[in-house]
């Protein structure tokens, strides 16, 4: 019985590890996310001029601070460090690392600019070219999710994020085709048919796996390198 409490309590506290993390995600994403729920109800605006520049800028400003702090927290989590007070530390990863996140996020952003209107021009005139930016795109989103990760547990410049979250999207490519995989598949679930999913675990439940795969891979590398 006493271990069937403590078994429930242990779960407890992670659904409300994940909830609590994920609803401080969406609140410091607020003005970006409102947006992108407006655009994919009424789709004919997507390609309008002035939400692309809103969200061009809040991408950067907003979204990559407050995913850095996200991964902070998930890092603690994994390495099992101690969370009395899950908000208290998120807001401190916040303030820490929000110059570098903005920093990358400008940098990221502007390539996924680039990516993403490669494909919208060549996906009529030249097929076989967007399909190459299709690819680059999958590989841009295991950068930019390993670039949190990166930024959540190693206090370096901004070039060497950019190398390091390279160097661990290529050089174990089924690690990075599993992150993408699993990331498509709890979206998709959640966007479908579990959408409360979106408001509660779906982003920090995100943010869980990429940064335990994340530690896996650094392990790996620290055991090669002594």
Not at 14 to 42: D, E, K
Not at 185 to 190: A, H, K, P, Q, Y
């Amino acid at each position: 019985m006493e271990k069937m409490m403590s078994g429930f309590y242990n779960v407890s506290e992670w659904i409300a590890r994940f909830a609590v993390a994920n609803v401080l995600w969406l609140i410091f994403t607020f003005p970006f996310g409102i947006v992108v729920v407006n655009v994919v109800l009424v789709d004919s605006y997507f390609f309008s001029l002035p939400i692309i520049v809103y969200l061009s800028l809040c991408f950067p400003l907003l979204v990559f601070p407050a995913t850095t702090a996200l991964f902070a927290v998930s890092r603690d989590w994994v390495i099992g460090q101690d969370q009395d007070n899950i908000i208290k530390k998120y807001w401190k990863y916040y303030e820490e690392n929000y110059k570098t996140s903005v920093k990358i996020g400008v940098v990221l952003t502007i390539a996924w600019i680039v990516t993403i209107g490669d494909i919208y021009y060549f996906q009529k005139s030249v097929p076989v070219v967007m399909y190459f930016f299709v690819g680059l795109g999958l590989l841009l989103f295991v950068v930019s999710i390993h670039a949190f990760s990166v930024m959540a547990h190693f206090n370096i410049r901004v070039l060497d994020v950019m190398k390091k979250a390279l160097l661990f999207s290529v050089v174990k490519p089924q690690i990075s085709l599993f992150l993408i995989i699993v990331t498509a598949m709890i979206l998709f679930v959640s966007v479908n048919y579990l959408r409360f999913l979106l408001l509660f675990f779906s982003f920090s439940f995100i943010s869980f796996i990429a940064t335990s795969l994340f530690l896996k891979m650094y392990s790996l590398f620290s055991i090669k390198k002594s």
